[in-house]
């Protein structure tokens, strides 16, 4: 199996640390020439995994008229369409006119569950991954995020605090306010608290 992707797929992947774990599900993976020059800081970190083509602007033109898209997605759809290949995008307009030319399209969300039914990953690395793209500032549709709770379990809030550091807190607060007078009484209340020791 062999995909093609736009570039802002390639950097929300990056931003989240899910792009080695992605690139394992996929024999090949691909990228234009108009790709790799949108995401040229990022392109060391990931030149290794994948395989940069050149499209012609002649090839892929018309589908930014038609389709009011930017270039990477243009040449994307191109060489997916060539090469057989799933278009991994999130972008709206791109995928659109990809599903009209018969390619498959799948988005950050559905390689996510990909990865999970795959046994590649756990559903709660796989909430931790979404919860990551929404503090980048990815938007997910309230009725898409709830397909993909169905799929992998709710996406859980921020972990709660473990008990010794809730403890350990408390007891800093009262050292300051001179509850305790010395180093070491504070030291023994926290292993009273803690370990439950005397």
């Not at 792009?19 to 020059?37: A, G, H, L, M, P």
């Not at 809030?157 to 473990?162: G, I, M, V």
């Amino acid at each position: 199996m062999i995909a093609v992707c736009d570039a802002e797929f390639i950097i929300f992947s990056l931003r989240i640390s899910i792009f080695e774990k992605f690139v394992s599900n996929y024999d090949k993976i691909y990228i234009t020439n108009i790709v790799r020059n949108e995401i040229l800081e990022d392109f060391e970190k990931i030149k290794d995994k994948v395989i940069v083509i050149e499209v012609p602007k002649d090839k892929y033109f018309h589908y930014m008229i038609l389709n009011r898209i930017d270039e990477g997605e243009a040449s994307s759809i191109v060489l997916a369409k060539e090469l057989g290949a799933i278009f991994l995008t999130d972008d709206k307009r791109a995928r659109k006119a990809a599903k009209k030319e018969g390619i498959e399209v799948k988005g950050i969300l559905g390689v996510i569950i990909d990865l999970v039914e795959n046994g590649k990953i756990n559903e709660k690395k796989a909430s931790k991954y979404i919860q990551r793209l929404l503090d980048e500032g990815f938007w997910i549709e309230e009725r898409l995020l709830k397909e993909v709770e169905s799929k992998i379990g709710k996406i859980p809030e921020e972990d709660p605090e473990p008990e010794d550091i809730k403890a350990l807190k408390i007891a800093m607060e009262q050292y300051k306010e001179g509850e305790y007078v010395t180093w070491e009484e504070l030291e023994k209340e926290l292993k009273r608290r803690i370990y439950k020791k005397a």
